[in-house]
């Protein structure tokens, strides 16, 4: 794959050809509220330390949150200050203008131990508030709407119209453990309609779906919600397709009374007759034959179908719930990531079942441009605890939030102008949530392919990959596509020298770095230890220098408050920003990413495609996500596409873009002939 036709590849590359997916749309989303910005005290020290404390302490929400660090604090500091005088120091109150540099240092190291500690403390207090969550997570919200507090479910539910279709909330604010994730703001979701929920990791958007399943949020009584979440588990022993039939609850009760009937011997009596009258009508007949299509279409075939639920891991765990979901079709359905843990054909089988198949009223949080392209007609936003609602498709509502912006930015200088002129204080300036990724530059390396396997097999639990010939060459990009349990992780592993091959010998150039990003990092991660240190473990050229540690977190957007959190206790976005931090310290002259976007949020995901695309060295990605191998893969003349099919890796003779359209053809070809 970088040689002459190593895996049947024609010598030629096809002219740009089919869709286009290189669509670079991008939305800046607002970084949080703003900083204080009353009048400074008297006593300059005394103001020096408020500034240092709220500078270094974040508040009980946004401790963990999945935010990248800024310059914001630094900014708004030299704002309130007048210019000419000197930066605020972060020395207590008692040292004196005469104290020598080396004790001033001194004490700013000191005052910074202390703002840590007491970052640490609220993150521990705000540990103790998610662990309420886990004890009775509905009760430790407090919805107040039009300023009246809610006290349960059901006072929602009797405020909703009984005979309504439509979800209709004004004026409402959501709060938990004493933290604000909402504050007037209002949604309506219209029947029938599909709408995307978009805004940054952390702020509130899982929230906001499980409050609605919840109906802490008013539903009308008529309308059945079903929430299918970001994580699940499952220790259920029946069969999947058992599973998902049982996800229908009346058609359940229907067949368990129906099985009651017959195992008594009363199989003649009118209860009888009327229970299967009852199942005909709620389509039985052909309900398991619905529901095996809706799992064949998530990737379970009629094997795994039967088997036992709790014998898969969590993503298949989540494709089941999500298949339940599907079968049933409720009048509201949520879907938090539905994504994850999805391979690209059941990705785009998902996008053109909810487009085509679905009947549900949808609200979807995703961080995928191409699937809310393809999925939603509307997009809610959610910014400064507020939900602002677009219409059109994401690519629509991307155009339309970067006019609104340019409006607000023109507004915002104008009244600094005015303010100027007045002698008052300026208005806050427009701050986005932004985030930039850097890979270092490789060494260079002699000439010839970096990597290379010839007749390469490896055989696992009774699957084997075979008869695998592959070259990586500086500079190139791979898309290495193909259903979940094809073999495509354990062919990066190969790449990589983390497995060896059981036939076949790979060459690598003596000096090469690889970079190996997993899926399943998590797993791999140390939980007693905070993210400096594991890095400093990891690489014994940092020497112990944490100033090296953190300033690459930095560059990963891992905020500074969290480099010596617990890694246990960060959120999935930040711990893969530490492992793409170990990456880069390894400097690597070829990255292999195994679903590296699970746990980003959009600005991530396009910080992360920026990197990749002036990253100077070879790049081997498996992904779901179109629109990123769109851009990682646009230059066609270095660019390939390997199919891991049936045990064997080939080349497809062609572009990603239209290796997604055949895909995508031959869905809809299945869905019409059902």
Request: aromatic share 6%.
């Amino acid at each position: 794959m970088g040689r002459a036709a190593p895996m049947g590849r024609n010598d030629r590359k096809l002219a740009a050809g089919g869709e286009r997916l290189t669509s670079r749309a991008r939305v800046a989303v607002s970084a949080g509220e703003p900083k204080f910005s009353g009048a400074l005290p008297d006593s300059k020290a005394k103001g020096a330390r408020l500034r240092a404390t709220k500078a270094f302490q974040p508040s009980s929400y946004l401790a963990g949150v999945d935010l990248p660090p800024s310059d914001d604090e630094e900014e708004d500091d030299e704002e309130e200050k007048p210019t000419a005088k000197p930066r605020v120091s972060l020395a207590p109150v008692d040292v004196g203008v005469g104290v020598a540099a080396p004790q001033r240092k001194e004490v700013r190291k000191e005052e910074r131990r202390k703002l840590e500690a007491a970052a640490r403390a609220q993150q521990a207090a705000a540990r103790e508030a998610a662990a309420a969550l886990q004890e009775d997570p509905a009760d430790a919200y407090v919805v107040t709407i039009g300023r009246r507090v809610l006290p349960s479910a059901d006072a929602v539910a009797a405020a909703a119209a009984d005979n309504s279709r439509d979800v209709v909330v004004e004026d409402f604010d959501v709060s938990v453990k004493g933290a604000t994730l909402f504050e007037g703001a209002s949604l309506r979701v219209s029947h029938g309609r599909r709408y995307g929920l978009v805004g940054p990791n952390g702020k509130g958007k899982s929230t906001l779906l499980k409050l609605l399943h919840w109906r802490k949020l008013p539903v009308p009584r008529g309308i059945r919600v079903m929430l299918v979440a970001q994580e699940d588990s499952s220790k259920d022993r029946r069969p999947v397709i058992e599973v998902v039939l049982a996800a229908d609850e009346e058609l359940a009760k229907l067949r368990a009374e129906r099985d009651a009937l017959e195992a008594s011997g009363d199989a003649g009596s009118a209860r009888l007759s009327e229970v299967y009258d009852e199942l005909t009508l709620r389509g039985w007949n052909s309900a398991p034959a619905r529901a095996s299509k809706i799992l064949a279409g998530l990737g379970f075939d009629h094997a795994n179908q039967a088997r036992p639920a709790c014998s898969f891991s969590g993503g298949w765990i989540k494709r089941i719930a999500l298949a339940g979901a599907l079968f049933v079709q409720p009048a509201l359905l949520l879907l938090d990531e539905p994504t994850n843990h999805l391979d690209l054909q059941a990705v785009l089988w998902l996008e053109e079942y909810l487009s085509t198949q679905c009947k549900s009223t949808l609200v979807v949080v995703s961080h995928e441009e191409g699937f809310l392209n393809a999925v939603c007609d509307e997009i809610v936003h959610l910014q400064d605890k507020k939900l602002h609602a677009y219409r059109g498709s994401f690519d629509a509502f991307v155009s339309s939030y970067e006019q609104k912006k340019a409006r607000a930015m023109k507004e915002s200088e104008r009244l600094a102008k005015a303010a100027r002129k007045s002698g008052r204080k300026a208005p806050k300036k427009w701050h986005d949530y932004s985030v930039e990724f850097h890979f270092p530059v490789p060494t260079e390396l002699p000439g010839g392919p970096l990597l290379r396997l010839t007749g390469a097999a490896y055989s696992y639990d009774g699957f084997e990959l075979s008869g695998v010939d592959a070259d990586i060459t500086m500079g190139q990009r791979v898309a290495v596509v193909g259903a979940n349990g094809s073999g495509k992780s354990t062919l990066l592993k190969l790449l990589a020298g983390k497995i060896s091959p059981t036939r076949g010998e790979p060459t690598r150039s003596p000096k090469l770095r690889t970079g190996l990003y997993s899926q399943h990092f998590c797993d791999s991660l140390p939980k007693d230890k905070s993210a400096v240190q594991y890095l400093l473990e990891e690489h014994a050229h940092l020497e112990s220098k944490q100033g090296d540690a953190r300033a690459m977190l930095g560059k990963f957007g891992l905020p500074k408050e969290n480099h010596l959190t617990l890694i246990d206790k960060l959120s999935g976005g930040q711990k893969a920003r530490v492992v793409l931090a170990s990456i880069a310290l390894e400097e690597p002259h070829v990255l292999l990413l195994d679903e590296p976007t699970n746990n980003l949020d959009m600005e991530s995901i396009d910080a992360l495609a920026d990197a990749l695309e002036e990253f100077a060295g070879a790049v081997v990605v498996v992904s779901h996500d179109s629109r990123l191998i769109s851009r990682i893969c646009d230059d066609e003349l270095r660019s390939d596409v390997w199919v891991v099919k049936d045990g064997k890796v080939s080349t497809y003779d062609g572009t990603f873009a239209e290796y997604r359209d055949e895909l995508l053809e031959d869905i809809r070809k299945e869905m019409a002939g059902d």
